[in-house]
């Protein structure tokens, strides 16, 4: 499980280091293979293990491709994925198209969503996650049935 949130540095070559934390849980998952993709909704990238991706990626490669959404998003979350090995040093190897699509910079944010990451600009993670928590806590904010059903 990939939990909180590190602030890291992007190297020039666009390197990311992942923390050391998480660097055992991943090569013990996957044996440092990752996948990095896009998420079509919001300008941040997605990271999973590659154990993980396998089944996200056969699940959304049947989908009907006559269905427009469907296709767009195979084209979306399958075109993009970028595989790429964690080195000894624990760094990976993020695109400049996929650094482009995110805005990643120099700071970034590494936001552990249980089985994935997902990558921000630093700036723009704390910007948004400023927005996400003042919705969190509008009373009249509606909730899915599942979070309703939720008990914390």
Known sequence: MFLGVTNLNLDAKGRLQVPAKHRERLRETSGSRLIVTINPREHCLWLYPESEWREIERKIAK????????????????????????????????????REYAGLEKRISMVG????????????????????????????????????????
């Open 113 to 152: 969503e249980g089985h994935k990451f997902e990558l921000w600009s630093e700036s723009e993670w704390t910007s948004r996650r400023e927005e996400w928590l003042k919705q969190a806590g509008d009373a009249d904010s509606e909730l899915s049935e599942e979070l309703q059903n939720l008990v914390l």
């Open 63 to 98: 989908l009907p491709t006559l269905k427009g959404p469907n296709l767009l998003m195979q084209r979306l979350l399958l075109g993009h994925a970028l595989e790429t090995d964690m080195d000894s040093q624990g760094r990976i190897l993020l695109s400049a198209e996929l």
